[in-house]
């Protein structure tokens, strides 16, 4: 319940509409009660001479013996006839009983609207936060968190609070004023009757404690497996194509129709809770008012209770139960979003590796070098994958490295963007250890192009300008050029730059793709830029051309990059080898084909030179 009390503080910043709204469902619901009971009244006084056996005047008196009503009978008395007495009681009962329905109108408005106003964005403020806080966490979290479990967060679990809590601060609000005004009433027509009625609340309230634990019980497991089908659903839209190569689609099939069942098990236990808790509750209140009805009826025969009393007694016993049994329902859905909320505030709590420090200072374009201090690291420790790894890159200098897969290539990288701190030593820039600047500053001198290419389900111009609005058409016409994506852009695509890549750029090939993340990188004309397997999905030719607008473009830059293509090595001044994550050799292509063991393999294997 802890967590469900984090969500209830989302929607409490929005107070004021919470107090109004809980101010107008008090007024709602004693206008109802009020404009029940004069309703019963006028009943009374219309049969009052047949039923009750009393004449019109003395119930009329009755009804206005109180210091409100007393003036009034007074002055009808004075200036009317006993029977315009009566109509004009009659009259003012009914004007009295329409202003309240249309009052009580006006104030189920405000308790729902502004109920559901302050609920609704109290939901959008967490789902904002939760965003934000994914989006600010390590790549560790990435790594390790399956992709279904953190889409079921953003969609069924948030779901699960948004509809529950919507039932919840509805009925919660309201609930308890009728019930507590039923009780009150009740009590002061008949103490008797009341405790008929009183009968049922402890009863009430057990079975829907017993019903509440089994609903967070199933409530949980269903979330579980939910997760577990959106993560299948998301592995089989992704890898589509090695499900077709291998005729797995049958086993894919499978493997979604177990999880689905086992959903489908547990969300069926949870309805079937509900199920029989309510004709449970329901059987037990009509037995109560069957008991009230009974003994009722006994006292209005004795002439110890009105008739209009008795009818006003059963409406308040149904604004008893009838909250009583949304109460049931509340507590249940309170169960539901509070095994969601968990899940929720699971991925909130998730602390932050990589956080930036309260004094982080903006780092100040690179002049010196990138000096990675004797930094070793391991993804899970004690498995370290990168050992004693200390390299001095010069200003301007274009820096390859190259090693077998696993050897620690994507590692340096990793550590220079900051995405994971070292285990061991640092990574500075002229000198300052990168953990004192602000993340801002570190990556905005930094152009990244990745391996695993991302294009986002946008337009090219808003690809190649990703992250920022303040660049103009002619700036990512110009990067588009230099990574000879502009010619493929205007002459190929239907839009041209306003032509939408799809998800993951999938209207577009590898090297298209590849060709649009390096004209992004570009585009920021960083001081430092990383190629990661850049080039890989590009043809000889192609290739050759864009090596030479590199060339050109890192001019003054500092470039690292990583490749298994020799010709894409040509324009470095020094290759770095690594081997089981140390550095083996550090010097030019001949250097390392006469001293490098590793190199030579590599070469002789072709992974730096193909075709």
């Not at 009962?93 to 609920?119: C, H, K, N, P, T």
């Not at 699960?160 to 002061?188: C, H, K, W, Y």
């Not at 808003?462 to 230099?482: L, V």
């Not at 390096?518 to 850049?534: K, M």
Request: aromatic fraction near 10%.
């Amino acid at each position: 319940m802890r967590d469900y009390w984090r969500y209830i503080g989302y929607v409490w910043r929005y107070k004021v509409r919470v107090i109004i709204s809980t101010a107008s469902s008090f007024l709602a619901e004693g206008m109802n009660f009020a404009s029940v009971g004069v309703f019963v009244v006028c009943l009374e006084v219309l049969l009052s001479q047949r039923v009750s056996g009393q004449p019109s005047q003395l119930v009329t008196k009755k009804i206005f013996q109180n210091p409100i009503g007393r003036p009034l009978l007074d002055y009808l008395n004075t200036h009317n006839s006993p029977d315009r007495v009566l109509m004009g009681t009659i009259v003012i009962l009914g004007l009295a009983f329409l202003a309240m329905v249309v009052i009580r109108g006006i104030l189920d408005f405000l308790r729902e609207y502004l109920l559901q106003a302050a609920s609704l964005n109290g939901w959008t403020d967490m789902t904002n936060d939760l965003f934000r806080r994914v989006t600010g966490l390590s790549m560790r979290f990435f790594t390790r968190q399956q992709l279904g479990g953190t889409m079921s967060t953003f969609g069924p679990d948030l779901s699960e609070l948004r509809n529950g809590g919507r039932s919840v601060f509805r009925d919660l609000v309201r609930a308890p004023f009728q019930m507590m005004g039923g009780l009150v009433i009740t009590l002061f027509l008949s103490w008797r009757l009341w405790l008929i009625t009183f009968i049922a609340l402890p009863v009430a309230g057990y079975l829907m404690k017993i019903a509440g634990k089994y609903t967070r019980r199933y409530t949980k497991k269903s979330l579980q497996r939910r997760a577990d089908v959106m993560r299948i659903l998301g592995e089989s839209i992704q890898g589509a194509s090695v499900i077709k190569a291998y005729s797995a689609e049958d086993y894919q099939r499978g493997r979604f129709a177990e999880s689905a069942e086992q959903m489908r098990h547990y969300t069926c236990r949870r309805a079937l809770v509900r199920a029989i808790a309510r004709p449970v509750s329901e059987a037990l209140y009509w037995l109560c008012r069957i008991a009230v009805a009974v003994y009722g009826a006994h006292l209005v025969l004795a002439g110890q209770m009105m008739l209009s009393e008795l009818m006003y007694f059963a409406f308040c016993v149904k604004q008893v139960y009838t909250p009583l049994s949304k109460l049931r329902d509340v507590y249940t859905d309170t169960q539901r979003c509070s095994a969601a909320a968990k899940r929720v505030f699971a991925v909130m709590d998730t602390p932050r590796e990589i956080a930036e420090r309260p004094n982080a200072q903006p780092l100040p374009p690179l002049t010196s070098d990138i000096h990675f201090d004797h930094v070793s690291f391991a993804y899970d420790p004690p498995h370290t994958v990168l050992h004693d790894f200390d390299l001095r890159i010069r200003a301007g200098e274009v820096i390859a490295i190259v090693g077998e897969n696993g050897s620690g290539k994507s590692t340096v990288i990793n550590l220079l963007m900051r995405f994971y701190d070292p285990t061991e030593g640092a990574v500075r820039i002229d000198g300052t250890d990168i953990r004192t600047v602000t993340h801002a500053s570190l990556r905005q001198q930094i152009g990244y192009v990745s391996q695993s290419i991302m294009l986002f389900n946008d337009t090219v111009r808003r690809n190649i300008a990703f992250g920022s609005h303040e660049y103009t058409a002619e700036q990512i016409e110009a990067a588009a050029r230099a990574a000879l994506a502009h010619d493929f852009v205007v002459g190929e695509l239907s839009d041209g730059y306003d032509t939408v890549v799809g998800e993951g750029g999938a209207k577009l090939s590898g090297g298209q793709r590849q060709r649009i993340a390096l004209a992004r990188a570009l585009l920021r004309n960083p001081r430092i830029l990383i190629l990661d397997e850049a080039t890989s999905a590009l043809d000889v030719d192609a290739e050759d051309r864009l090596q030479q607008e590199l060339e050109t473009f890192a001019a003054g830059r500092t470039v690292l990059m990583v490749s298994h293509r020799f010709s894409a090595l040509r324009t470095a001044d020094r290759v770095v080898v690594l081997a089981k994550g140390r550095i083996e050799h550090v010097g030019t292509h001949a250097e390392l084909a006469t001293a490098s063991q590793t190199y030579q393999k590599l070469h002789s294997k072709q992974y730096l030179e193909r075709g």
